[in-house]
């Protein structure tokens, strides 16, 4: 709504809108809230569940489940509730002789509307479409005047049922937009149909209402600054049934009129350049006197499908890549507000999204107002999940929906329906209304030239990335079908998000191979957010089982690790060279990037480098979080780069570069919005693996190097030797105020103990895939350390032992250090690969660590972390379940050089000294396993673990092994060789 507004509050009198002199502007006066923040109480009482049949005051906008009354239902139509609604609101004498409309922006889903006890008709039949009557005979200007709705959830039409009620999704009930009067001259301008091309063509159709004496039109664009652009342009209006234009016009449209002209070289419209202008529409009289005037806002732009290629946006390629959006908040429904709107567009630029689909029905127009502002594609959608509306009442609907949207720059695309839900007979009406003529999409079908496929299994890609046809269900000898042109792959939605599988996992397999189609069009992961409701009864988080957290954001929009995931793979800036995320000596500060914009030259962008230093691992008597301390900084020259095309950046770096331990570029863009920082570790992060050997012997430092083949120097000569003391079924190992218990029978390290605060390890080191019987213990005193030798099995590592533990050596030093390194058979079938230990009775409060960060990883979810200094506090989160605190503290952590557990009685460290190896971090809690669908899988049981393999995750309807390299079972090793070193600290 783009006239001026204002509010009516309660029983407070209107100023009169129209003063002393007619206005020859429309206003609009809310009776409700603008928004679902700013919401007016109105009277109501709901008929069934809930406090049925109590009369009491519920906030305009609402949905009236969220506020205690009723009962919240999903995916069904039962139970069928309705709500009865009362506002009382006075109207001031001076509007007597304006035509007055009562619009309603949404209703759940059929609305009775009566004023003053006389009915306004028809019955409104279909939930998220704007509707209005006019009521200038029903209101009494200078009184009171009461407004009735009764707002019944279930519709009396089984097409609007079968197309809303049916959908996989909540259904609410009320009035969840705002509602208003609109006030205007008795002969004013209903609305415009704007076309604005990018060479500068502008056309606008006006459409009037009323008798008068109206006899031209004349429209003026203005730019962003309000200053005029070119001249006015006037034309003479017509009777509807002279236009030689085809009928877009309603019954209440008295004259229509089209007004052509050019805007010398108009700044065009794109998501990277989202320009905008205003085009205001005058109604005149013969003798040029105004009699009304609407304004709308446009953007100059000509999006095309071209067959056989691809989306093209003023004459350059796009890519549309994103999610899709439900209209949704945990604690009101889908009755938003503006901070909701601009969080979801903010959060979709973050995550370089260029595009949201709206899924599975129109948006609020303030958030297509929001896009076109700000900068994102949009595909608009006609309800109907998989089931369609009839044709009668479809095509009301969708002409609501086309006539309040079509101005939009920011929409591209219309979809009818979704998976099944399109009635066809609707396909030719979206262009009788949208003078654009936007082509349509099936959203799951091949239409117009794009494929949407849903949900199609990595093997499948080849041939949907050529712009062949596949069958639905993957079949290995389906090749795929050439139609007469390359089909543009699209698929409206994929990677199907479910707890912490799909949408990222698996993404990066999926863009690469997608992004190397001639025809790539984009796609669209399904989806934006957990539909999680929070309960009234219970203010639990409530997603219906596994139907609702689907989200790469939670249900209160907390980023979720997928979101860094598609952050990164998403980058408009990607580095292509040097590959891998370490870079070595000989670099010379030369990086080859790839411009993946489609306007914005890397010219435009900011390249900010820096090198840091990470913290070691020793306990800082503050406790304080460890943080990276930035040693040198420089911004590059941004080098010209094409969009599409690669080139070199320089990075200007220090001599001394080489000693820092990791090097971010970060890559902003014209806005300075951050894209992607990447990085790299550094020669210098090679000491980590040497930390816990400064006060090592020359034999430890031996020993480790004899494991890792690293060569560090020793900074220590280590203190005075330790006592063994044999107990019975123990050996118990005492260094100063350490005191280290290891069971005789298994060789398990049991236990580790500091001045009287003790670490129990439980059955001690494990391999995590198969159990072990100790064959032999072995000690010595080696260089003022105490060495604890086991084998496992048949005893002789040269001969291949069946399964898990073969060997561990275990090195007491008496600086407080642990060194443990040890071998292990690996076993076929399991997709994980480690050795872990229990911590049984420890309460953990927290970690620190250097390594990726600061979210867990899957096997096929290994993007969207950086190299730093990291720490979290223990939260129990079931990623989309419970909990919804993220980043969440149990997992798979990679690039670990240290970590350190916090407990109430000490800290435990370890360090990693095997390149490559992944930390585990408690056993992550998985959701009921009736509900996991293929997101299940199998995880070792360990507190702490190290491991040379992890497990990739499914999506809802894919098994990791469906979904690309990264989701297969890797390859198993007849053997794993490892080390790492442990210390306990207690206060």
């Known amino acids: 709504m783009l006239a001026t507004c204002r509010w009516l509050i309660g029983l407070t009198m209107i100023v009169a809108a129209l003063g002393a002199k007619a206005s020859t502007k429309t206003e609009c006066i809310y009776l409700s809230g603008r928004d679902a923040a700013s919401a007016v109480p109105w009277e109501f009482r709901v008929s069934a569940g809930a406090r049925a049949g109590e009369w009491a005051t519920l906030p305009v906008p609402s949905n009236w489940e969220l506020h205690g009354f009723g009962t919240l239902s999903y995916h069904s139509t039962t139970p069928s509730e309705s709500g009865e609604y009362r506002h009382r609101f006075v109207v001031p004498k001076e509007w007597a002789g304006a035509r007055i409309k009562l619009v ?135 009777h509807p049934a002279e236009s030689q234009q085809p009928r877009t016009w309603s019954d209440r449209t008295t004259f229509v009129a089209r007004l052509t002209g050019m805007v010398a070289a108009p700044l065009t419209w794109t998501a990277e350049t989202p320009h905008l202008y205003a085009a205001e529409v005058r109604l005149l009289d013969a003798a040029g006197t105004e009699l009304h005037r609407r ?330 979080k460890p943080q990276a301390t930035g040693i040198a900084a420089g911004v590059a020259v941004a080098p010209q780069i094409a969009p599409g095309a690669r080139g070199e950046l320089q990075l200007a770096l220090p001599e001394n570069w080489r000693d820092a331990d990791v090097l971010a570029l970060r890559v902003e863009d014209p806005s300075g919005r951050e894209l992607w920082t990447t990085t790299w570790a550094l020669p210098g992060v090679e000491r980590f693996a040497g930390i816990a050997m400064e006060g090592a012997s020359p034999d430890a430092a031996k020993a480790r190097n004899q494991i890792t083949g690293g060569t560090p120097v020793p900074r220590g000569m280590g203190v005075p030797p330790m006592s063994a003391i044999e107990q019975p079924g123990a050996l118990v190992v005492t260094a100063s105020e350490l005191v280290v218990r290891f069971d005789r029978i298994t060789g398990a390290l049991a236990e580790i103990g500091r001045r009287d605060k003790k670490l129990s390890l439980g059955s001690g080191l494990r391999a995590l895939t198969q159990s072990s019987v100790l064959s032999s213990l072995t000690t010595r005193a080696e260089g003022g350390d105490y060495v604890i030798s086991c084998r496992y099995g048949n005893g002789d590592e040269r001969v291949a032992a069946p399964a898990g533990l073969r060997s561990v050596e275990w090195r007491v030093r008496a600086d407080g250090w642990i060194d443990c390194a040890y071998l292990y058979a690996g076993t076929k079938g399991s997709t994980f690969q480690g050795v872990g230990f229990d911590l049984p009775g420890a309460e953990i409060r927290g970690k620190s660590w250097v390594g990726d960060g600061p979210y867990r990883v899957w096997q096929n979810r290994r993007r969207g972390v950086t190299l730093g200094a990291w ?117």
Not at 494 to 521: C, I, N, P, Q, V
């Open 104 to 238: 309603f922006d949404g209703v759940m889903t059929d609305a009775r509307v009566s004023v003053n006890g006389r009915p306004a008709r028809p019955v409104h039949q279909g939930g998220f479409y704007r509707f209005s009557y006019d009521v200038t005979n029903l209101v009494r200007c200078g009184e009171e005047n009461l407004l009735e709705v009764a707002v019944y959830e279930t519709s009396s039409n089984d097409g609007v049922n079968r197309a809303e009620r049916t959908g996989d999704y909540w259904n609410f009930g009320g009035i969840f937009r705002p509602v208003w009067l609109e006030v205007s001259p008795p002969q004013a301008i209903e609305r415009l149909a704007i076309d604005a091309r990018a060479d500068g063509a502008f056309s606008v159709d006006v459409f009037v209402e009323g008798e008068g004496s109206a006899a031209q039109v004349e429209v003026q664009v203005f730019g962003r600054d309000g200053s005029p652009v070119g001249p006015a342009w006037r034309s003479p209006l017509h």
């Open 295 to 624: 304004r709308a806002r446009f953007g100059f732009r000509t999006f095309e499908i071209r067959r056989g290629d691809g989306f093209y946006l003023n004459g350059q390629r796009i890519v549309l890549q994103g999610a899709n959006r439900h209209s949704f908040n945990a604690s009101t429904g889908r009755a938003l507000s503006e901070v909701d709107h601009r969080e979801d567009i903010r959060l979709m630029k973050e995550m370089n999204a260029t595009a949201v689909r709206m899924s599975h029905y129109p948006p609020d127009e303030r958030f297509l107002e929001l896009c076109d502002e700000l900068g994102l594609y949009v595909l608009d959608e006609l309800a109907g999940w998989q089931k369609s509306y009839d044709t009668a009442v479809g095509r009301q609907l969708l002409a609501a929906m086309v006539q309040r949207d079509v101005n939009h720059p920011s929409v591209l695309l219309w979809d009818n329906g979704n998976e099944g839900g399109w009635n066809t007979e609707l396909d030719d009406d979206f262009a009788k209304w949208d003078p654009q003529r936007r082509p349509v999409l099936h959203p799951w079908q091949i239409f117009s030239g794009v494929n949407t496929a849903h949900y199609r299994l990595y093997p499948q890609l080849p041939a949907l990335v050529a712009g062949l046809e596949t069958a639905w269900r993957y079949d290995p000898n389906d090749a795929g079908k050439r139609r007469e042109q390359p089909l543009i792959y699209l698929p409206t939605e994929f990677l199907h998000g479910l707890y912490d599988g799909g949408a990222g996992a698996g993404m990066e397999d999926y863009w690469t191979l997608m992004r190397s189609g001639k025809t790539f069009g984009g796609g669209f992961v399904w989806a934006w957010m957990d539909e999680g409701v929070r309960r009234p009864d219970t203010g639990e988080i409530d997603v219906h089982g596994n139907q609702a957290p689907d989200g790469i954001l939670g249900p209160r929009r907390e980023r979720e690790a997928s979101f860094y995931t598609l952050k990164e793979l998403w980058s408009p800036i990607a580095v292509v060279a040097p590959q891998g995320r370490e870079l070595s000596d000989d670099f010379d500060g030369r990086l080859t990037i790839e411009n993946r914009h489609s306007f914005t030259n890397t010219s435009e962008c900011r390249f900010a480098w820096e090198l840091r230093r990470l913290p070691e691992s020793r306990q800082d008597e503050s406790k304080a």
């Open 871 to 987: 720490s979290t506090a223990y939260n129990d989160t079931i990623t989309g379940w419970r909990g919804f605190e993220y980043p969440e503290f149990k997992g798979f952590f990679s690039g670990v050089r240290w970590l350190t557990l916090d407990t109430t009685a000490g800290s435990l460290t370890i360090v990693p000294q095997t390149p490559g190896l992944f930390v585990q971090v408690m056993r992550p809690d998985l959701p009921p396993v009736e509900l996991q669908a293929k997101t299940a899988l199998a995880l070792p049981d360990a507190d702490l673990g190290v491991l040379h393999a992890i497990p990739a995750i499914g999506t809802k309807f894919s098994r990791p092994e469906e979904m690309g390299p990264q989701g297969q079972t890797p390859e198993v090793q007849p053997e794993y060789r490892g080390a790492f070193s442990l210390k306990w600290e207690s206060p």
